[in-house]
């Protein structure tokens, strides 16, 4: 069984500070992590996943396989960073995805000006 | 491009009745999952669509079926319902790749339908 965990419900930042979302799993087998972000009465989006090793809109997330963590990280937060953000992880084995994406509970975000 | 459209935007039924959700997948996408989303929780897999067979399921009663059409659209239907079946329902697209050792990466989701039983 795969399960995500989020610590956080809630993070306040004020912009301009470091903001990391943490992000704990357990899963037997490979997985392949994600980060899924939905601001304001918009849909949930993709914001990176783990292999493709990229930053989009200076958030970075490294996978350390030690401590099973995905955490989200940013060196200066903005206030459009103000959003929910949900971690999940898909089961990966043989080179073919299964697909099935299992999410956190998620993490409101509001960056204070 | 639309990306993944679902339909309606929102539903409220009577506990006991019927429902049933649609979705059109982003143009390109093949396959189609779907997702209830609880207030307050993160979304919660049902099950996926490949090729019009269901590829894989949640922790999810009979009660919750589904079906893929040739043009990869997608319905969800949900018999007998219950109280607690109120929520957000996301459909999300993607497509599958099944050889070359090929992932499977992000999906593309939808609005969601927000369904109330009373």
């Known amino acids: 069984a795969q399960r995500v965990t989020q610590p956080e419900k809630l993070l306040s930042v004020f912009k301009g500070a470091p903001v990391e979302l943490k992000c704990n799993y357990s899963y037997s087998g490979s997985p392949e992590l994600f980060w899924y972000v939905q601001y304001s009465r918009q849909r949930l989006q993709l914001l990176l996943r783990h292999i493709s090793r990229e930053s989009i809109k200076g958030f970075t997330a490294d996978l350390n396989k030690g401590e099973t963590s995905f955490h989200l990280k940013k060196p200066f937060a903005q206030e459009e960073d103000s959003a929910m953000y949900y971690c999940?992880?898909?089961?990966?084995?043989?080179?073919?995805?299964?697909?099935?994406?299992?999410f956190g509970q998620g993490t409101i975000l509001t960056v204070h000006p | 491009d639309a990306g993944v459209t679902q339909s309606p935007t929102h539903l409220i039924k009577t506990r006991g009745q019927q429902v049933t959700l649609r979705c059109s997948p982003k143009?390109?996408?093949?396959?189609v999952s779907w997702y209830q989303q609880a207030l307050g929780q993160g979304p919660q897999f049902i099950f996926q669509?490949?090729?019009?067979?269901?590829?894989q399921r949640g922790n999810f009663p009979d009660r919750f079926s589904g079906h893929q059409f040739p043009n990869y659209s997608s319905e969800l239907n949900v018999n007998a319902l219950l109280l607690g079946d109120s929520a957000l329902y996301l459909c999300a697209s993607s497509f599958l790749p099944g050889t070359g050792g090929a992932r499977a990466y992000g999906y593309t989701f939808g609005s969601g339908t927000r369904l109330t039983v009373v």
């Open positions: 999940a992880l898909s089961p990966h084995a043989g080179g073919t995805s299964y697909g099935k994406l299992t």
């Open positions: 669509y490949y090729e019009e067979e269901e590829r």
């Open positions: 143009s390109g996408h093949d396959t």
